[in-house]
């Protein structure tokens, strides 16, 4: 009996902990293998202008990775032996900016001679939400600044369903608000403050409404956009309430057809532009009109961050999942229809 009791202990005290950086966000997490999450520390890299700048990210990412390790295992109150499993974001994502979380990651797993297991970002997206929120079969909206994709799990993998033929609907907005002289700040992304200035208009503008079948394109409509912006016809507010309703009516379009050909109960709503309220009350509607819950990802595991990642890795291991480190290539366009889930049952 005493033997049974130890080995069930120490099987609750696993840990794995998690790097995000595919992006501007470093981000280091770590989960229990029990799902709760002790730490999710993370640091963005914010440009002085324009977009942002994979080689300056990098930088950014090498400069903070020590810090936000500390602060990690403080936060968690662990040492990094009490680690179990190294995780890190293995792609899609920004080539600099991922090489140098992978580098981090292998350093970990080598001087702690821990597994290393690489992760799919949109995947752990999913994951994350669903933990979160207790979603278990949803189709899912992702929308960021590098991805706009419409999925559900089918036959072992999450299908894609929907996505943007060009730019992602995250990267529409935020081209737009630069156009505009509208500036992200620390606490406030640049989606956000479009929201609060469409929010004053009240006249909808004529924009591109570009779906093709099951797929988005949004370059159009940004073109349309940035030219009406610059003749100064329209006032800002109205542009703002334009490009908004106009990017938000083509995803619920897409979203919503998407569970009417895959039959789910629930939608899930994840990604950096999970944040918006209109968007948020669009999806509501179109879901309970097909009688579906509505679930959106919190907002702090709504944008990128090392807590999903850290969670995958945990669902991965539990399946055998994991790569020599010599074997640990980043990959910059992984899709999410390439990975195998057999942690999902369906």
Not at 114 to 142: R, S
Not at 263 to 278: Q, T
Not at 302 to 313: C, L, P, Q, R, V
Not at 318 to 335: G, M, Y
Request: a negative charge; one cysteine or more.
């Amino acid at each position: 009996m005493h033997s049974i009791y130890v080995l069930f202990t120490v099987s609750i005290l696993m840990y794995c902990l998690g790097i995000e950086s595919t992006s501007d966000d470093f981000s280091i997490g770590i989960v229990s293998f029990d799902g709760k999450v002790l730490a999710n520390v993370v640091s963005t890299y914010l440009p002085e202008k324009g977009g942002i700048h994979p080689r300056e990210a990098a930088r950014h990412h090498t400069e903070v990775a020590g810090e936000v390790l500390t602060e990690a295992l403080r936060k968690a109150r662990l040492k990094p032996r009490d680690i179990s499993v190294i995780a890190f974001s293995q792609g899609p994502g920004m080539g600099p900016c991922l090489r140098t979380g992978a580098t981090v990651a292998r350093a970990l797993s080598s001087y702690l001679d821990l597994p290393l297991v690489g992760v799919n970002h949109l995947v752990a997206h999913i994951e994350v939400g669903k933990l979160a929120t207790g979603a278990e079969d949803p189709v899912t909206l992702f929308v960021s600044g590098g991805s706009t994709v419409v999925s559900a799990f089918e036959a072992g993998r999450y299908r894609i369903f929907g996505e943007t033929l060009d730019i992602a609907a995250g990267n529409c907005i935020d081209i737009f608000a630069r156009e505009a002289g509208i500036h992200p700040e620390r606490e406030l992304p640049a989606a956000a403050i479009i929201g609060k200035l469409a929010g004053q208009g009240f006249r909808l503008v004529p924009l591109p409404y570009v779906v093709k079948g099951m797929d988005l394109s949004f370059s159009g409509l940004l073109t349309a956009a940035t030219q009406l912006l610059h003749e100064g016809k329209h006032s800002l507010e109205d542009l703002c309430f334009s490009v908004q309703e106009y990017v938000f009516s083509m995803l619920t379009e897409v979203t919503e057809r998407a569970l009417a050909h895959a039959e789910k109960s629930e939608v899930l709503l994840a990604g950096g532009v999970a944040a918006s309220e209109r968007l948020q009350s669009m999806l509501k509607v179109m879901a309970e009109d097909h009688d579906a819950r509505f679930c959106v990802v919190p907002k702090e595991f709504a944008t990128d961050n090392g807590t999903m990642i850290a969670w995958t890795g945990v669902l991965a291991y539990r399946h055998e999942f994991s790569v020599p480190i010599e074997d640990s290539l980043v990959r910059l366009k992984w899709r999410l229809d390439e990975v195998q889930i057999p942690w999902v049952e369906g």
